[in-house]
């Protein structure tokens, strides 16, 4: 079933954006956002998305990602209840390895490991504050006037 949707989307979907000779897709569950097979989110029955946390960006609380996946053996006919969303807020290295027990060492998709705590620390890194350097102005030493 998976490879008949692909053989159907691959080629025209509204999520399909082409540039300069590369297709790319913004679908949902991709996690590299390239329009392949093994990353699309819509052909495969099981497929793995990482968003930040969906909290107001002014909050302190906006920290963390969203790991959505896709129950296997779920209605299609209610997609609401074929979603499972687990929330990974403790910081980089604790939210990877909840990911990694969780999803790739109990067999749902070892082969997105590599990709997906890609994502995470890239949702982290974007999320720490900017600092800024004030660099001072003049020499160390004034001159006393007389």
Do not use: C
């Amino acid at each position: 079933m998976a490879d008949l949707t692909w053989l159907l989307v691959r080629n025209n979907n509204s999520f399909l954006v082409k540039r300069n000779g590369v297709q790319f897709t913004s679908e949902p569950n991709n996690l590299t956002n390239t329009n392949s097979f093994k990353y699309s989110g819509l052909a495969n029955n099981k497929a793995i998305g990482i968003i930040p946390n969906n909290s107001s960006p002014s909050s302190k609380k906006a920290k963390g990602v969203t790991v959505i996946s896709k129950k296997t053996k779920t209605a299609s006919y209610k997609p609401v209840k074929g979603i499972n969303k687990v929330n990974l807020t403790k910081g980089v290295r604790k939210s990877a390895k909840s990911f990694i027990n969780s999803y790739t060492r109990a067999d749902y998709r070892p082969d997105l490991r590599k990709d997906a705590l890609a994502r995470i620390s890239a949702i982290y890194q974007s999320q720490k504050p900017i600092k800024v350097h004030i660099r001072k102005t003049g020499s160390r030493h004034t001159k006393k006037q007389k």
